[in-house]
C-alpha cells in the first residue's frame, strides 16, 4: 500500500482528476444551443447527451457556471404545491433530486428535513387541506398537523407571535435542501463527460432568426449556427426573449435573503409562514438562513434594502425569538421572473425552434432536475411537448388557462 | 430610507407608496387574445419606464419615471399631464 502511494507520488501521470475540460474555440455550428449556463441549462444539456445522444450542444453562459439565480436562491426542494399539474411536476423533481448524488458520483449534499408552513388564519387551514390531499394522491408525504406535532417537530418556534397565533401546520416529509452549486457542478461535470460543450464568459448578443426559425446566434466570441435553441435565463427572460421578437407574461423583481453566524444546530426542517412573510431554515453548517416574499415593486437590480430586511427579520424573530441576538453575516438578492400565476413558462415560444425555460420566479431551483428531463424531451423530440410540462405553455394565457399556484407559493418557498 | 416624491405630499418614504404597474394605452374593442395581451404581458423593461403609484395614505394615484435597473426614480408627476380627457371605460352595449 505505501509502496503504490509513493509510485503515484513519483509518477508524472498522475491521474489528476479534471471536472471541466480547458476551455476551447466555438465551433461554428451545433445542433443545440441552450442560453444560460446555470442548474437549468446545464441540466438539459446533461439529460441530452444522457438519454437522447445529443451531444452537439454549446451552453453559453454570459459569466460563469451556476453565478447567476441558481447561487443566490435558497436551496428549497419540495412539491407541496395546490394544483394537480404542480404537484404532479413538482414530484417528479423531488425524486430526481433525492438520486442525484449517485447518478453524478458528486455529493450535492441532498438533505430531507421535511418542510413545515405554518397556518395562522382558518384561510389558510383550509387551503392547507386541499394541498395535502392533492399531494397525498400523487404520492407525496404531506399532511396536516397540529400545535402539539408542530411543538414537538421544533420546540424552539414561538407558537403565538404577535397578533398571529399559529393554528395548524402543513407537514411535507419530502421537503429537503441541497448545495445550490453542487447542482449545477454536477450536471456540468456529467454533460461535459459525454462531449457537452460548456462556454462561460461567452454572452449571446443577437438571435439570428430567418423565416419565423432561429438559425443562430452572435456572441461576444463570434457567431454559431444552430439547429435549434434554448433560453434558460433566469432574471433576464423578457430581455433575451425581446431579442427574439416577443413578448413574455413576466415582471421582474428582487429577492432577497440573509444569513446569520453559524450557531449549534437547533433546527431540522424549514419552516416557512406565510402570514410572517417570512421562511427559517438551518444549514448544515449552521448559519439561520431568512427569506421572504419578492420586493414590492419590479427591478433589475440585486441590491438589498433595508425596509426588507427589517420586515424580514421582524419576522424572523417572531417566530423564532432568541433570534435576535444573532449576528447577521450576508445578505443577498436574485432577481425573480414573476408570471401572474406563479407558475413557469416551458415549451414553444412564437419563434418556432427557440424553446423556453422561463418564468421561474421563485420556484426555479427545486424544479432544475425534472425541468432538465422533460426540456430535453422536448428539443429531443423536435418541439413534441411532454405532457407533464403541456399546463405550462406559454399560450396558457392567451387562452386563459392559467396554472394558479399563486396560495401554494409567495412567501412560501 | 428610500423615499419617493409625492406630487401631492412632499417626500415620503417608499414604504408609503404602493406599485401600479407600468403606464400602457388600455385596447378599445379588441380580440381575446389582444386583450390577454394586455391584461398578462409585460414589457418589463431594464430602463427608464414610466408607471403607476398610489400614495397608501392619501389614496392619490400619480406617474413616475424610474429607472429598472439602478431604481432611480427620476421624476413623479400628476397623471393630467397624461390624460388631458376623460377616459371613458364603459362599452358600447353598457352605454345604451
Known amino acids: 500500500m505505501p509502496f503504490g502511494l509513493l509510485k503515484y507520488g513519483l509518477s508524472s501521470e498522475y491521474p489528476v482528476d479534471v471536472d471541466l475540460p480547458p476551455p476551447k474555440e466555438l465551433k461554428p455550428s451545433y445542433d443545440v444551443v441552450i442560453i444560460g449556463g446555470g442548474g437549468h441549462g446545464l441540466a438539459i444539456a446533461y439529460y441530452l447527451a444522457k438519454y437522447h445522444n445529443i451531444t452537439k450542444v454549446a451552453v453559453l453562459e454570459k459569466a460563469y457556471l451556476g453565478g447567476g439565480n441558481t447561487a443566490r436562491n435558497t436551496a428549497v426542494i419540495r412539491s407541496n404545491y395546490l394544483t394537480s399539474e404542480g404537484v404532479r411536476f413538482y414530484s417528479e423533481s423531488v425524486k430526481l433530486f433525492q438520486n442525484l448524488s449517485n447518478e453524478f458520483d458528486f455529493n450535492i449534499m441532498y438533505s430531507e428535513r421535511g418542510q413545515l408552513t405554518l397556518a395562522h388564519t382558518d384561510a389558510t387551514v383550509r387551503a392547507f387541506r386541499q394541498r395535502a390531499e392533492v399531494n397525498k394522491h400523487f404520492g407525496g408525504r404531506t399532511e396536516m398537523i397540529d400545535r402539539q406535532q408542530i411543538s414537538e417537530l421544533v420546540p424552539t418556534l414561538n407558537l403565538d407571535p404577535g397578533h398571529l397565533p399559529v393554528l395548524a401546520g402543513l407537514w411535507h416529509r419530502d421537503g429537503a435542501t441541497a448545495r445550490h452549486d453542487a447542482v449545477a457542478w454536477g450536471y456540468a461535470k456529467e454533460a461535459a463527460k459525454r462531449g457537452v460543450e460548456i462556454h462561460q464568459l461567452t454572452e449571446v448578443q443577437e438571435l439570428i432568426i430567418e423565416g419565423g426559425r432561429i438559425t443562430g446566434v452572435k456572441t461576444n466570441r463570434g457567431t454559431i449556427q444552430c439547429g435549434c435553441a434554448v433560453q434558460a435565463v433566469a432574471g433576464h427572460s423578457s430581455i433575451l426573449a425581446k431579442k427574439a421578437g416577443f413578448r413574455l407574461p413576466i415582471i421582474s423583481y428582487p429577492l432577497q435573503a440573509m444569513v446569520t453566524q453559524p450557531v449549534k444546530p437547533f433546527l431540522s426542517p424549514l419552516v416557512s409562514s406565510s402570514a410572517l412573510h417570512c421562511y427559517v431554515q438551518q444549514t448544515s453548517r449552521g448559519e439561520v438562513v431568512f427569506g421572504g416574499g419578492s420586493d414590492p415593486y419590479p427591478l433589475y437590480n440585486t441590491r438589498s434594502t433595508l425596509e426588507m430586511k427589517e420586515s424580514l427579520i421582524a419576522s424572523g424573530i417572531e417566530m423564532f425569538p432568541f433570534l435576535a441576538k444573532a449576528k447577521l453575516m450576508r445578505q443577498w438578492g436574485g432577481i425573480t421572473d414573476m408570471t401572474p400565476d406563479y407558475s413557469p413558462i416551458m415549451g414553444e415560444s412564437p419563434v418556432e425552434n427557440y424553446y423556453l425555460d422561463a418564468g421561474w420566479g421563485t420556484w426555479g431551483f427545486k424544479s432544475t432536475p425534472i425541468c432538465g428531463k422533460t426540456m430535453a424531451e422536448l428539443v429531443a423530440n423536435g418541439g413534441k411537448v411532454p405532457a407533464l410540462i403541456q399546463p405550462f405553455r406559454l399560450e396558457r394565457f392567451a387562452n386563459f388557462q392559467q396554472v394558479n399556484e399563486m396560495g401554494a407559493t409567495a412567501a412560501s418557498h | ?96
Open chain 2, 1 to 96: 430610507m428610500k423615499v419617493m416624491n409625492c406630487p401631492l405630499n412632499g417626500l415620503r418614504n417608499i414604504s408609503e407608496f404602493i406599485y401600479g404597474g407600468e403606464l400602457k394605452p388600455m385596447p378599445g374593442q379588441c380580440s381575446d387574445r389582444e386583450w390577454a395581451h394586455y391584461v398578462f404581458y409585460s414589457d418589463n423593461t431594464a430602463g427608464v419606464i414610466t408607471e403607476w403609484w398610489m400614495h397608501a395614505a392619501s389614496s392619490y394615484w400619480f406617474l413616475a419615471e424610474r429607472h429598472t435597473v439602478t431604481d432611480e426614480i427620476l421624476r413623479t408627476f400628476d397623471p393630467k399631464e397624461v390624460f388631458q380627457e376623460r377616459v371613458e371605460f364603459s362599452s358600447e352595449e353598457t352605454r345604451k
